[in-house]
């Protein structure tokens, strides 16, 4: 219900772009984010961003990531200056009518 593309292979200080929308099947949308777990480490909020377009970011990737909401189905993440550390599979999350949703996650390795 949840695709997300967009992973991938890139050199430190490269960018890559995260793209992620959700079926017709859910309605009514609020939040919509992504999260990204490291090997060996949990799930964690990358960025966040409500229907509305007020966004909310992980410290870490603050000045360096861009959450935009391209319509009520539909997330995108713009990584850039990208570091080793920023590797891990990323999941595109959607919260509608208290349902958390999620998409079957993608892998972004940076490369140092």
């Known amino acids: 219900q949840l695709q997300a593309s967009g992973g991938g292979l890139v050199q430190a200080g490269g960018s890559l772009r995260l793209s992620c929308a959700a079926s017709?099947?859910?309605?009514?949308?609020?939040?919509m984010g992504w999260y990204r777990q490291a090997p060996g480490k949990q799930r964690g909020l990358v960025a966040s961003v409500t229907k509305s377009g007020r966004t909310n970011y992980e410290d870490s990737v603050k000045g360096r990531f861009t959450i935009s909401r391209d319509n009520v189905n539909t997330v995108t993440l713009l990584m850039n200056s990208l570091k080793p550390e920023d590797t891990a599979v990323y999941y595109c999350?959607?919260?509608?009518?208290?349902?958390?949703?999620w998409g079957q996650g993608t892998l972004v390795t940076v490369s140092s």
């Open positions: 017709g099947s859910i309605f009514s949308i609020g939040i």
């Open positions: 999350q959607a919260v509608a009518a208290g349902w958390n949703y």
